[in-house]
């Protein structure tokens, strides 16, 4: 199983086009030892040419065009995107759909109901796409228990299960998540046995998580804020980050001290929001990150499981 991030950041990426925190000026002015990152999305195969896309990002012209991959060219029009599997329907996550609309064939996409019902109403993107290549919709079970495959995928199994998160702004179920808001997804390389667990956006975790999280080989998960005061902190907003849907790396039940609980994965941090201090490289926050065996995602990691 191939896994290739597209993009390592949270929403507005970074350095995001109108902030100034310390992070976002210090990139900008060259005084932060950091590197520069696009909208969370990744992309996996079981064999080298036909990619699934988890999440398709605002920056993912950019992405793709990053990634020569994406364009095998064995056609006049061609991609090697076989399918679009959703985690959510946050715009950051979903914006993307729209640069996709000169698909020869409608999308095969992948998502929960609840997702699906945002797309429709809140924010319609499926409806909109009618109008150009159109939307094939495929049911994801989100039990943990069902697992599905993608007949263009071959050689990988999926297993979704539901996540404590938000829903969007835009949802009537904003401030009252249902099961299928967000998920997590396990993908299994068929023939070699080996599992990947991803999850950009995680407000807690449970026994039943915790389940998933212990038998993967490789964790690409929610990396958004350090602290969950962080945007108050660095002055540019006023929510803590569990009433946005992530838990923050540090604090007492913090996404560091689950994954230090964990032996056997390979641990690695994605979404990363722009105030966050592991975004430099230098910082005491980093090096807490490096000595715990903790990664940080950025654009272009490559990992073989």
């Known amino acids: 199983m191939l896994i290739h991030v597209l993009g390592a950041g949270a929403g507005g990426g970074f350095p995001q086009w109108n902030c100034n925190c310390d992070n976002c000026a210090g990139l900008r002015d060259g005084t932060l030892h950091a590197t520069a990152r696009t909208q969370s999305s990744i992309a996996i195969s079981g064999n080298g040419v036909d990619w699934v896309l988890f999440n398709a990002s605002p920056d993912i012209r950019t992405q793709l065009m990053a990634f020569p991959a994406m364009q095998p060219a064995r056609a006049r029009r061609d991609t090697a995107i076989c399918a679009v599997v959703l985690m959510d329907s946050q715009i950051d996550h979903t914006t993307g759909l729209l640069m996709l609309r000169e698909n020869g064939a409608p999308l095969d996409l992948y998502c929960t109901d609840m997702v699906k019902q945002d797309l429709s109403s809140g924010f319609p993107l499926f409806e909109v796409l009618k109008h150009y290549c159109g939307v094939e919709w495929h049911a994801v079970p989100y039990d943990g228990e069902q697992a599905f495959e993608i007949p263009q995928a071959p050689g990988l199994r999926f297993t979704a299960v539901p996540l404590r998160s938000?829903?969007?702004?835009?949802?009537?179920?904003?401030?009252?998540?249902?099961?299928?808001?967000?998920?997590?997804?396990?993908?299994?390389?068929?023939?070699?046995?080996?599992?990947?667990?991803?999850?950009?956006?995680?407000?807690?975790?449970?026994?039943?998580?915790?389940?998933?999280?212990?038998?993967?080989?490789?964790?690409?998960?929610?990396?958004?804020?350090?602290?969950?005061?962080?945007?108050?902190?660095?002055?540019?907003?006023?929510?803590?980050?569990?009433?946005?849907?992530?838990?923050?790396?540090?604090?007492?039940?913090?996404?560091?001290?689950?994954?230090?609980?964990?032996?056997?994965?390979?641990?690695?941090?994605?979404?990363?929001?722009?105030?966050?201090?592991?975004?430099?490289?230098?910082?005491?926050?980093?090096?807490?990150?490096?000595?715990?065996?903790?990664?940080?995602?950025?654009?272009?990691?490559?990992?073989?499981?």
């Not at 070699?192 to 956006?201: E, Q, S, V």
């Not at 902190?233 to 980050?241: D, F, L, Y």
């Open 166 to 305: 938000e829903a969007p702004p835009y949802s009537p179920r904003r401030h009252n998540a249902q099961p299928g808001d967000n998920i997590g997804m396990q993908v299994e390389d068929l023939a070699k046995g080996t599992r990947l667990f991803y999850a950009p956006g995680l407000g807690g975790v449970d026994e039943h998580l915790l389940s998933f999280l212990r038998a993967a080989d490789c964790l690409l998960v929610d990396g958004t804020f350090w602290s969950e005061d962080e945007m108050i902190r660095r002055e540019v907003g006023t929510k803590p980050a569990s009433t946005m849907g992530h838990l923050a790396q540090s604090g007492e039940g913090g996404m560091l001290s689950v994954l230090n609980s964990l032996e056997t994965p390979r641990k690695i941090l994605i979404h990363i929001n722009n105030t966050n201090p592991i975004l430099d490289e230098r910082s005491i926050e980093r090096a807490t990150l490096d000595a715990a065996g903790i990664e940080v995602a950025f654009d272009g990691l490559e990992i073989d499981l």
